[in-house]
């Protein structure tokens, strides 16, 4: 049974940092990506980074380039989004996605697992 369990969001001010994490237990794979999506209420669910779990290449959302980082660890089985810089714009339930994405690794259907998203909250 594959399950991804985010954590780490909560309510900060413009400019600070958080970390999510997404601790995942039964993926199979060669080829696996790792996506981080957000959804703001009102809005579609929109891609943020993705990592390639076998080679460590990464994607991103033109809106967090520069200041978001998409990063794994194998031996933890757990994938993060170090964000930092955060905006009010950012505030969003962050959701964690796995699956083996053929192209349009930025297209949420693509996925096949999901996690329960963690809440990001950023004030002005």
């Known amino acids: 049974q594959v399950q991804l369990v985010e954590s780490g969001g909560g309510e900060v001010q413009a400019g600070d940092s958080l970390r999510l994490s997404c601790a995942t237990s039964g993926l199979i794979g060669s080829n696996l990506d790792m996506g981080w999506f957000r959804q703001a209420p009102g809005k579609e669910r929109e891609f943020v980074a993705v990592i390639k779990w076998s080679r460590g290449s990464t994607s991103y959302a033109d809106s967090v380039k520069g200041r978001f980082t998409i990063s794994r660890e194998n031996a933890e089985n757990t994938v993060y989004l170090q964000m930092n810089s955060l905006k009010p714009e950012d505030t969003a339930i962050y959701y964690c996605?796995?699956?083996?994405?053929?192209?349009?690794?930025?297209?949420?259907?693509?996925?096949?697992?999901w996690g329960q998203g963690t809440q990001v909250t950023v004030s002005s």
């Open positions: 996605a796995a699956g083996e994405v053929p192209v349009r690794v930025d297209l949420a259907s693509f996925y096949e697992y």
